[in-house]
């Protein structure tokens, strides 16, 4: 049975197809079964672009001020690039495993609404959904990622 899964983005790829930013924020709510509670999560999506942009600021900030927590994110960054330059095309970085909020980075430079899809399957999968659909929700408030 496919799984329906709802994307509301409050930036212009959520009504645009045709728009590509470096990241974005979505929420997605399913029911995976009739009568079951909806799951939600609010994964922040984040283009190869963004990620190396992220670890060049992360190096320098270490290097103008080093502290253990900077050289932590750092060395995640570092990790999660030569996990996609090994031919990941898609990585998922999650606090614990019931992370309603995980990091899911791309291969690509920028992200669609096509991206965000393939994106959100990778990390659906990995939650043991196999077949799914997705439909954007139209949000009454559209916020320009800057």
């Not at 899911?104 to 669609?112: F, K, M």
Request: with cysteine; net charge negative.
């Amino acid at each position: 049975m496919t799984t329906l899964v709802s994307i509301e983005c409050n930036e212009h790829m959520g009504r645009d197809k045709s728009v590509r930013q470096p990241w974005s924020d979505v929420r997605i709510c399913f029911i995976t079964e009739p009568g079951a509670e909806t799951s939600e999560f609010e994964p922040t999506l984040i283009s190869r672009s963004c990620l190396e942009r992220d670890l060049r600021q992360a190096r320098e900030l270490e290097v103008k001020d080093p502290k253990p927590k900077r050289s932590e994110r750092t060395a995640k960054l570092q990790e999660i690039v030569e996990t996609l330059n090994n031919g990941v095309t898609c990585f998922v970085h999650s606090r614990s495993p019931d992370d309603r909020i995980p990091e899911i980075y791309t291969q690509h430079d920028y992200i669609d609404q096509e991206e965000a899809e393939r994106m959100l399957a990778h990390f659906l999968s990995s939650t043991g959904l196999k077949e799914i659909g997705f439909q954007w929700v139209w949000p009454d408030v559209v916020c320009s990622v800057g």
